[in-house]
């Protein structure tokens, strides 16, 4: 048992934020406290996290956040995430407070300004998977890029506790290509949801087959001429938004952010946190809370 290596689970804070929001607030549930703040992510983000950890049972939990819209990505292309629309007023207050409720489990909070949350998951995945399994929590497909045989993926589905696992076996099964291609697919087809157009009129469909046969985006393009009349010339005509794309698409490795393990180990002192779900009113917590004795410091 004692050479049993850890397993460490990397959570897309903003990703189970965002998705336990609008899930109530549909509705209009925010969950209002007596002071007067909104806590409905919160209450569905902690929800989420330890649904997740009861279910996977990592020795070791780490939380990486975006930290603010301005990243490289956004200065390398202006209309960068730029259909996403402003955050509703009853979230703003809930962007700190879930970092101060995340502290409360001692549960580190990892973020970089000009970086998103993927890259700082992708540097620290690929630091730890020597150590480490890694396995990462998000409901962002665009992670998948990031499989390999120590790093898996955890999708989260709709409700709690729904998840689709993946592996790069199964990333293949799904898909046909290995992971890294997953970074080619997008320069091609581009992301509506991010907003950047890889190569007009080159749908899913196409892009993959064309990976299946020349490998990468360098592959198509040495090999333009033997592509048909119609996807020569739509790769021809969108070559620079094709590079660009694919600097867009790419998570980072190597941003400078790491994560101590000794840290992340999961250990909730139950006084501190009971006390942050106090000052907060969040109910009906506690329970999910791994508080058995082998996690407690």
Same mark, same amino acid.
């Given at each position: 048992?004692?050479?049993?290596?850890?397993?460490? *689970?990397?959570?897309?804070?903003?990703?189970?934020?965002?998705?336990?929001?609008?899930?109530?607030?549909?509705?209009?549930?925010?969950?209002?406290?007596?002071?007067?703040?909104?806590?409905?992510g919160?209450?569905?983000?902690?929800?989420?996290?330890?649904t997740?950890?009861?279910?996977?049972?990592?020795?070791?939990?780490?939380?990486?956040?975006? *930290?603010?819209?301005?990243?490289?990505?956004s200065?390398?292309?202006?209309?960068?995430?730029?259909?996403?629309?402003?955050?509703?007023?009853?979230?703003?207050?809930?962007?700190d407070?879930?970092k101060?409720?995340?502290?409360?489990?001692?549960?580190?909070?990892?973020?970089?300004?000009?970086y998103?949350?993927?890259?700082?998951?992708g540097?620290?995945?690929?630091?730890?998977k020597?150590?480490?399994h890694v396995?990462?929590l998000? =409901?962002?497909?665009?992670?998948?890029?990031?499989?390999d045989?120590?790093?898996?993926?955890?999708?989260?589905?709709?409700?709690?506790?729904?998840?689709?696992?993946?592996?790069?076996d199964?990333?293949? !099964?799904?898909?046909?290509?290995?992971?890294?291609?997953?970074?080619?697919?997008?320069?091609?087809?581009?992301?509506?949801?991010?907003?950047?157009? =890889?190569?007009?009129?080159?749908?899913?469909?196409?892009?993959?087959?064309?990976?299946?046969?020349?490998?990468?985006?360098? =592959?198509?393009?040495?090999?333009?001429?033997?592509?048909? $009349?119609?996807?020569?010339?739509?790769?021809?005509?969108?070559?620079?938004?094709?590079?660009?794309?694919?600097?867009?698409? !790419?998570?980072?490795?190597?941003?400078?952010?790491?994560?101590?393990?000794?840290?992340?180990?999961?250990?909730?002192? $139950?006084?501190?946190?009971?006390?942050?779900?106090?000052?907060?009113?969040?109910?009906?917590?506690?329970?999910?809370?791994?508080?058995?004795?082998?996690?407690?410091?």
């Open positions: 048992m004692e050479n049993q290596k850890p397993s460490l *689970m990397l959570v897309d804070g903003m990703a189970l934020l965002f998705r336990a929001f609008y899930a109530t607030a549909v509705t209009g549930q925010f969950m209002i406290n007596s002071k007067g703040i909104p806590t409905n919160i209450h569905g983000f902690i929800k989420h996290l330890f997740a950890v009861s279910s996977f049972k990592p020795s070791h939990v780490a939380v990486c956040w975006d *930290m603010g819209s301005k990243t490289f990505r200065e390398l292309f202006n209309a960068y995430k730029g259909n996403r629309s402003e955050a509703p007023i009853e979230l703003i207050p809930q962007f407070l879930v101060e409720v995340v502290a409360a489990f001692d549960i580190p909070n990892i973020g970089l300004a000009g998103e949350a993927d890259d700082c998951i540097t620290i995945a690929n630091q730890a020597e150590h480490a396995s990462i998000t =409901g962002d497909q665009d992670i998948l890029q990031l499989l045989e120590s790093i898996s993926v955890i999708l989260l589905k709709k409700g709690y506790g729904n998840y689709l696992v993946h592996t790069p199964s990333f293949f !099964e799904e898909k046909g290509i290995k992971p890294r291609q997953m970074i080619d697919l997008k320069a091609l087809m581009g992301d509506p949801s991010d907003n950047y157009p =890889g190569v007009k009129g080159i749908g899913e469909k196409t892009a993959l087959k064309l990976l299946k046969e020349y490998e990468h985006v360098e =592959g198509i393009i040495s090999n333009l001429d033997r592509l048909s $009349k119609s996807h020569k010339t739509k790769i021809e005509q969108d070559l620079e938004m094709l590079h660009l794309s694919r600097m867009l698409a !790419e998570i980072k490795c190597d941003v400078p952010v790491t994560c101590d393990l000794i840290e992340a180990g999961l250990k909730i002192e $139950k006084e501190k946190a009971l006390n942050k779900l106090n000052e907060l009113e969040l109910r009906g917590l506690q329970r999910l809370l791994p508080l058995e004795a082998s996690f407690v410091s």
